[in-house]
């Protein structure tokens, strides 16, 4: 799986949009970007994934570059309760052994009021 | 429940002591992880279970980490003769086998071990 590099942390103010930048240079035509989170204290949250579309859910909407050398989550309207950890990694989609993915450091997003 | 159950949510022991911390992922997921991470830091892969196949030792720290998947379903990861180094949270998650890309991996709400 090809290797990710987030910033450490990030600020966003309450109602805000918050874009959330993760690079992946090595990244191969068959892997897929996914985006995690985990809050405080629990479990990550599986938020969103793409190959070369950009993507949207109830959650955020994932931007991947042309060349897919790096995306963007955003979340458009930031609130308290996203504060949290947010993890990018990419791994090949047809992989079953999804999980043993490296998480890495991931970003401290905090949501300020 | 609907999602990956772990037991206990907390465990404090003695250093030397060995603990079982229990799993039970969703219901139909063939793969089954394990991860540990210390205070701060990112997840750190331990094993992986994919049906009865052979699990993917390649992350355990050391032999006295050992862990075990009975009838497809439920596992147990064991920690021998626990050191304070150990003291973590020890996250379990499963995902479906299905091998496409949706194959979404779901995290239980992890078990808190502190040696003292």
């Known amino acids: 799986d090809a290797k990710t590099t987030q910033p450490p942390s990030m600020d966003c103010a309450e109602g805000r949009a918050a874009n959330l930048p993760c690079n992946h240079s090595t990244i191969s035509g068959n892997e897929y970007v996914y985006w995690y989170r985990q809050i405080h204290s629990q479990g990550p949250q599986y938020i969103i994934h793409g190959l070369k579309n950009n993507e949207t859910n109830e959650m955020a909407s994932l931007i991947i570059t042309e060349d897919r050398k790096s995306s963007t989550l955003i979340l458009p309207h930031a609130t308290l309760r996203d504060t949290a950890v947010y993890y990018c990694?990419?791994?090949?989609?047809?992989?079953?052994?999804?999980?043993?993915?490296?998480f890495g450091d991931g970003t401290t997003l905090t949501v300020k009021p | 429940g609907a999602g990956v159950s772990q037991s206990p949510s907390n465990k404090v022991t003695e250093k030397g002591k060995d603990v079982e911390l229990r799993c039970d992922p969703i219901s139909g997921h063939t793969a089954l992880y394990w991860y540990r991470q210390s205070l701060g830091q990112g997840l750190e892969f331990l094993i992986y279970?994919?049906?009865?196949?052979?699990?993917?030792k390649s992350g355990l720290p050391s032999d006295r980490f050992s862990a075990e998947r009975t009838g497809g379903s439920v596992s147990t990861l064991t920690i021998q003769r626990t050191q304070q180094e150990d003291s973590a949270v020890y996250l379990c998650?499963?995902?479906?086998?299905?091998?496409?890309?949706?194959?979404?991996?779901?995290f239980g709400e992890g078990s808190w071990l502190t040696v003292v």
């Open positions: 998650a499963s995902s479906s086998a299905l091998g496409g890309p949706g194959n979404t991996i779901y």
């Open positions: 279970f994919q049906g009865n196949s052979a699990p993917d």
């Open positions: 990694i990419v791994r090949v989609g047809s992989n079953t052994n999804a999980g043993k993915s490296t």
